[in-house]
């Protein structure tokens, strides 16, 4: 549903996003993710208010939530308040001192010369710090596979298939999970 949420959102339909995102919460009002989604759908919607009050119920339950800081760091910037705004970037500074994708990229370049197993640890620390990030878990499990793993990688698999946030991406990841699930036989 926080992935239902999450497509018709980029699709620009903020009210129907909300419903799904609140019918996730209502499944499962320990999922986190969807109590962010939310916050970008109020944030979208122009409701700051309600953004930063979904984003401090992630952030009471996980202070380290870097996806919860970075929003936070936003709306705080809607509405207003910088000096709040530089106390939370502050934060997200603390837990994430490299930019975006900077292990992602490493990672790549690892794969690409080979080394399996330092592509395997840097993708690791991405999914440490974004593990909602459905390519992040595919690379990690690509990497697991390259090294033998192949447990490890159907697990990454399928947390690459869960994150997922449209249809055809959990399609190409129910394929390769398939195929992979098949050569273990």
Do not use: C
């Given at each position: 549903?926080?992935n ?29 993710a ?7 759908i ?22 380290s ?12 910037g ?5 000096a ?10 603390r ?8 292990f ?28 909602y ?49 098949a050569?273990?036989?």
């Open positions: 549903m926080n239902r949420a999450a497509e018709v959102l980029v699709q620009g339909r903020a009210r129907e996003a909300y419903w799904w995102a609140r019918e996730a919460i209502i499944q499962d009002p320990q999922y986190l969807a109590y962010n989604t939310l916050a970008v109020y944030r979208r919607s122009g409701h700051f208010a309600l953004a930063e009050s979904s984003l401090r119920h992630i952030l009471q339950r996980e202070s939530n870097v996806q919860a800081l970075s929003n936070m760091v936003t709306v705080l809607d509405l207003g308040r910088t709040e705004q530089t106390e939370f970037a502050a934060a997200l500074k837990y994430m001192p490299y930019e975006p994708y900077y992602f990229r490493q990672g790549e370049l690892a794969m690409q010369q080979k080394q399996f197993a330092l592509a395997r640890d840097l993708f690791a620390r991405e999914v440490n710090r974004q593990p990030n459905h390519e992040f878990q595919f690379w990690l499990a690509v990497a697991h596979v390259e090294l033998g793993e192949k447990a490890k990688a159907l697990k990454h698999l399928s947390l690459a298939f869960e994150t997922s946030t449209t249809i055809k991406e959990q399609g190409l990841y129910a394929v390769k999970l398939e195929k992979l699930r050569s273990r036989n």
